[in-house]
Every structure is written in structure tokens, then in C-alpha cells.
């Protein structure tokens, strides 16, 4: 199971998403940690937010698929959102 939760900057994502993972016992991706990490480099316009999006929810999903539950936590554009859902399937929170 993948559960992406998204919402604007300082809305709660980061908070939600370590406090449902914990419950869940599932791994936590964070946007600003994989953009540390993973997707350093990408800036924030519409392609690199697609981009960066992607490449968590494929890590999102090799996960799963190796029998893991993944919480993502990240900003996710409307534009986005279709993108990461064929990639994983996920079921979205949006917070405002």
C-alpha cells in the first residue's frame, strides 16, 4: 500500500506522515529528504516537480513491491498527481 499525502508548504505533511507511518509501520519517504538526497539537484519548476515526484513514487513502488508499506510525504501538484498515480496506485490525502 502507498499513501501519498500532499498539501502545500507548512501544511502538516512531514508531521502526518511520520505519525501515520509509525502507526502503519511503513517506510517514510519525505520530499525534503529525498531532494537531499535522491533528487538533489532538481529545482522547483513544473518539470522538476514532475521529476522529482516520479522518481519517489518508482522508489515508492519498488518498495511495495518488495512487501513494504510507504507513506510519501511531498509537495504533489495537480499536474502531477496523475503521473504518480500510474506509477503507484497510491491513495491520496490532501491537506490545505
Known amino acids: 500500500m502507498i499513501i ?3 498539501g502545500k508548504r ?3 505533511k512531514t508531521t502526518l506522515g511520520k505519525e501515520l507511518s509509525s502507526k502503519l509501520k ?3 519517504l519525505d520530499g525534503d529528504d ?3 538526497s535522491i533528487t538533489e539537484g532538481l529545482g522547483f519548476s ?3 516537480r514532475l521529476e ?5 513514487a518508482k522508489l515508492a513502488k519498488i518498495l511495495e513491491n518488495q512487501g513494504w508499506d510507504v507513506v510519501c ?6 499536474h502531477v498527481r496523475d503521473d504518480v498515480f500510474n506509477i503507484t496506485g497510491c491513495k491520496f490525502i490532501n491537506l490545505t
Open 34 to 36: 529525498m531532494r537531499a
Open 73 to 78: 510525504s511531498t509537495i504533489c501538484p495537480d
Open 10 to 12: 507548512k501544511s502538516g
Open 46 to 48: 513544473d518539470e522538476d
Open 4 to 6: 501519498w499525502i500532499t
Open 52 to 56: 522529482n515526484n516520479k522518481r519517489i
Open 26 to 28: 511503513a517506510i517514510h
